[in-house]
């Protein structure tokens, strides 16, 4: 039994780090590094893991607990937003920027155009970024799917007419 | 730019960074931090319980002790209230502890705020169950000590502690409205330092998640 949730727990973070890398990246401030939430996450991840009664799918439920985390270390909500020791099992290692130097100033556009969107925008964006439906969207934030297009019609608006000015 | 080439950035970006993950030792760590977060509940739990355990102890020697009625019924109370006290402190500990990191978004908030609402609650209300209570307790303990000899008792470690002389009561009740008045600022100051800042942050986003909504508008 044991066993068997050890093994689940590693294919959905294997199938998840990124993402929730992706999403820890936006949210860390200074002095939380994107590790250090990223370590937050998968604790929570785990302590919440035996829990899982599927009523959504695994992944959006990923998306739940890493946005939730995320949003309480913006709050300050947690005594963790404080450095912690990091986990010596996970390792994380710069890829060489000058492979794709396009790619990485992009992208460094994108998140600065994220961090001028108020906290609820930024949840709404990294998740319709990542390619998920209105409908997981609305599992995720327990928003309707209406208020959702209404809402992304102007997030997204303000962050391209962000991007295209940073780009010029 | 298109919306594609957005979610192309946004997903290109995982390439910053390799994560490589050893899990069998990720569990163990994660367990030894889940272990280690449990054990410093279970020690602050005792702490606070032995405090009042120790309180209640010491007012059932009194209790039996002291001949003085007045007393005597100030010690019973103390006993009661240490017994409140116990119970109050637990309750609100299963009250602050149920974040279920699992809900949505929005469910998370309300979950949140209603958690920040009842530590506020119970930090701004302190004067009424835990400092005013005891400190009145505590005034019919000092005024219902009276004169050993008329009751025939010889308590000499007592007697040198007890406040037996009028002067020694007006000073020991002062001394306690001081304290009992500094543990009341003390926790308000803790609520409207540190959890009503929070409390705003939380409603700040909770009308953000709401704006927009045409149903509401």
Redesign the interface.
């Known amino acids: 039994m044991l066993q068997k949730l050890e093994i689940n727990f590693e294919q959905v973070l294997e199938e998840n780090k990124h993402k929730i890398f992706r999403i820890c990246s936006i949210y860390a401030v200074n002095p939380l590094e994107p590790q250090d939430l990223f370590q937050e996450v998968v604790f929570q991840i785990w302590k919440s893991f035996d829990g899982f009664k599927g009523q959504s799918t695994i992944n959006t439920w990923v998306y739940k607990i890493t946005i939730n985390v995320c949003l309480r270390s913006k709050m300050k909500l947690d005594k963790t937003n404080q450095k912690t020791d990091r986990f010596e099992s996970i390792h994380f290692t710069p890829v060489d920027e000058e492979i794709d130097t396009f790619e990485h100033e992009n992208f460094k556009y994108l998140k600065a155009c994220i961090s001028t969107l108020n906290e609820t925008d930024t949840s709404l964006i990294v998740l319709y970024l990542d390619d998920l439906s209105y409908k997981d969207i609305s599992s995720i934030t327990g928003l309707s799917e209406n208020h959702i297009a209404v809402k992304m019609k102007r997030i997204r608006k303000k962050l391209l007419d962000c991007i295209a000015s940073k780009m010029k | ?1 298109l ?1 594609q080439e ?2 192309n ?22 367990n030894a ?2 272990d280690g977060i449990q054990k410093a509940i279970r020690i602050r739990d005792i702490r606070e319980i032995s405090a009042s355990v120790i309180g209640m102890l010491l007012y059932m020697y009194l209790l039996f002790e002291i001949p003085f009625p007045m007393t005597r019924f100030a010690s019973a109370l103390s006993i009661v209230w240490f017994a409140f006290v116990i119970l109050k402190l637990r309750k609100s500990k299963t009250r602050h502890i149920t974040c ?10 309300a979950d ?1 705020e209603a958690a920040m609402r009842y530590q506020a609650a119970l930090l701004d209300s302190v004067a009424y169950w835990y400092a005013i209570p005891p400190f009145i307790i505590n005034c019919i303990f000092v005024l219902g000590l009276g004169n050993p000899a008329e009751y025939n008792w010889t308590n000499s470690l007592a007697e040198s502690i007890l406040p037996l002389s009028m002067n020694l009561k007006i000073g020991t009740i002062t001394g306690l409205a001081f304290f009992y008045a500094l543990i009341i600022w003390l926790n308000k100051r803790a609520a409207s330092r540190d959890i009503k800042p ?1 409390l705003e ?2 409603n700040i ?1 909770q009308d ?2 709401e ?5 509401n508008g």
């Open positions: 730019m919306e957005l979610k950035i946004w997903t290109s970006s995982a390439q910053t960074a390799q994560i490589s993950i050893e899990t069998s030792q990720l569990i163990k760590e994660l931090k889940m279920k990191l699992d809900l949505s978004v929005r469910g998370q908030l949140q929070i942050k939380i986003i953000e998640w704006a927009d909504n045409e149903s």
